[in-house]
């Protein structure tokens, strides 16, 4: 483990101070906030599930995505896809691009989680087909959800780029990979509703999610001794989640939002910079910071002698 007992302390009071530098007053900048716009749970559910899907690339432009994909399904969200017919819709998302998944792969993708819809009611009646809740974390839920989903599409698909885009838009968690866009779907989900996150699945328990994983929280987690990994993966994930429950056995995600948004923003440079770091809630927890100096050449001589 990375993190040492006697820093735990230390970095629960410095984290505590960074939640509360970045909450909700930035959550127009974030995908999240297209959810918070509808008032019913099915139509925020849909809305999250599109939001964190495509939640890659540029911040502005995911929400600009998925902001026109909310437009084109209408007011009610939940309702559209139910009725969603392939052929009567094929031309619903035309003109649609998000980087490189473009309107057949989210008329596909549409078409799942509307079928999804038709049958169980929601997404999340779907997840807890596969939910056990002595799983010390969601990973396995998770799995059996993707897969109950695929199940949903059509056994053949237009052409590999429509092929393509439905593999980036449900990544397989089984592969070893963060999977940040899902495992951030969860924490939509399942934390409670702080004026963040939205609380509205009530099976699936706070200690069992893990940490959606992006470069901000991999680079910032190892400044803070959360990991001493270097490639980010299911692994790294685990290992920052397992640290952060020694700090907060019973909600260890919480701080999520808090640390990525401080590199997103950019106010965590990734080099040492007296001018940007001052003032930072993390300093004293920073190995940027905590880092001695090298004792220098001629002391250490002077000790030989």
């Known amino acids: 483990m990375a993190l040492r007992n006697a820093d735990v302390p230390l970095l629960k009071e410095k984290l505590d101070a960074l939640a509360r530098t970045y909450h909700d007053a930035y959550l127009a900048t974030d995908p999240l906030g297209i ?9 925020r559910e849909v809305a999250a599930f599109l939001s964190a899907s495509l939640a ?34 094929a031309c619903l998302f035309e003109g649609l691009y998000h980087r490189w998944v473009g309107p057949e792969a989210i008329g596909v993708f549409a078409q799942a989680i509307g079928a999804a819809l038709r049958r169980e009611g929601s997404l999340e009646a779907l997840f807890l087909q596969g939910y056990r809740p002595d799983e010390e974390t969601l990973q396995g839920a998770l799995i059996r959800f993707r897969e109950r989903l695929l199940r949903t599409l059509p056994s053949t698909r237009s052409s590999t780029d429509v092929e393509r885009g439905i593999r980036y838009l449900l990544p397989d968690p089984a592969s070893g990979s963060a999977c940040k866009r899902l495992h951030l779907f969860l924490r939509w989900m399942v934390r409670p509703d702080d004026g963040l996150d939205l609380g509205l699945w009530k099976g699936p328990k706070t200690h069992q999610l893990i940490i959606p994983l992006d470069t901000h929280i991999a680079r910032i987690g190892r400044l803070l001794g959360l990991t001493d990994r270097k490639t980010p993966d299911l692994k790294m994930a685990l290992e920052i989640t397992s640290n952060l429950k020694r700090i907060d056995p019973d ?31 993390l300093q004293d927890a920073c190995r940027y910071w905590r880092r001695l100096p090298r004792p220098r050449k001629d002391a250490a001589l002077q000790a030989r002698g």
Request: aromatic content about 6%.
């Open 35 to 43: 959810a918070h716009a509808y008032q019913g749970a099915r139509d």
């Open 56 to 89: 890659f690339g540029n911040a502005a432009a995911i929400r600009m995505s998925v902001k026109r994909i909310m437009e084109r399904l209408g007011p009610r969200p939940a309702a559209a896809l139910r009725r969603y017919d392939p052929k009567k819709s």
């Open 251 to 281: 909600d260890p995600v919480r701080y999520d939002f808090a640390i990525s948004r401080m590199g997103i923003l950019k106010h965590c440079p990734s080099k040492r910079n007296v001018k940007l770091c001052a003032g930072c809630p």
